[in-house]
């Protein structure tokens, strides 16, 4: 079955624990991002990648970090999380850069307190 | 990209046909309209998109009107299940920033 999958699906954590958001997509898709989305504020884009070692900052990239090592996968890393990171996040991929994003992941949603 | 504006909620009886306007009066002529929709903090799922002729697929029908400056999202026969909030996007395809911008949508709640 075709998908984005993401782990984990929720966490709790605490402020300026590193933690990793897992997405892996099984459609070789070259296109990833990631968004987190904000009661009020809509779905955002943090990072994108256009393929494999090709990565780049969108709207709110402060506070996380990604890789794309190899095409399947693009975590997110937030180094020393904080509160104002609590939200959901979602992993989109789809092929090559289209304007349209086919698959989203189911989101993760992250607590830091 | 160009802005859109569309009503912030909507109410469907369940299998009468759900019309989702959008208003982007400054779209430009190579940008193209997205739908997507989100179901309860689901994913957002891909509904349809068109430049200036009228789409349709399995899912839903969009009508551009001949300006371009409105469009609107057709769910032919409207179920429960199409209870989500709907996103018209507007923005250039496969050029330019490499993103979606979302706004506050409009969310339709299809009535038993």
């Known amino acids: 079955e075709a998908q984005v999958t993401q782990n984990p699906r929720y966490l709790i954590t605490v402020t300026g624990k590193k933690l990793t958001v897992t997405c892996s997509q099984n459609?070789?898709?070259?296109?990833m991002s990631w968004y987190r989305q904000d009661p009020g504020l809509g779905l955002r884009q943090i990072y994108y990648?256009?393929?494999?070692?090709?990565?780049d900052k969108g709207d709110v990239p402060e506070g996380y970090k990604v890789s794309r090592k190899e095409k399947r996968n693009f975590p997110l890393i937030l180094e020393s999380p904080s509160p104002n990171q609590t939200s959901l996040y979602f992993c989109?991929?789809?092929?090559?850069?289209?304007?349209?994003?086919?698959?989203f992941g189911p989101g993760t949603r992250l607590t830091v307190l | 990209d160009a802005k859109t504006t569309q009503p912030p909620s909507m109410d469907c009886a369940e299998g009468r046909a759900a019309n989702l306007p959008c208003n982007h009066s400054?779209?430009?002529?190579?940008?193209?309209v997205y739908w997507y929709r989100q179901i309860h903090s689901q994913g957002p799922q891909y509904i349809i998109h068109?430049?200036?002729n009228n789409e349709t697929n399995e899912m839903a029908s969009l009508i551009i009107t001949e300006d371009r400056k409105s469009s609107t999202l057709i769910l032919p026969h409207a179920t429960l299940r199409d209870t989500a909030v709907y996103y018209c996007?507007?923005?250039?395809?496969?050029?330019?920033?490499?993103?979606?911008?979302f706004g506050k949508g409009t969310k339709l709640s299809v009535i038993p």
């Open positions: 989109a991929s789809s092929f090559a850069w289209t304007g349209r994003l086919e698959f």
């Open positions: 990648s256009m393929n494999v070692e090709v990565t």
């Open positions: 068109g430049l200036k």
């Open positions: 459609m070789n898709h070259e296109y």
């Open positions: 400054t779209i430009s002529g190579n940008e193209y």
């Open positions: 996007i507007v923005r250039e395809s496969g050029a330019g920033s490499y993103q979606l911008t």
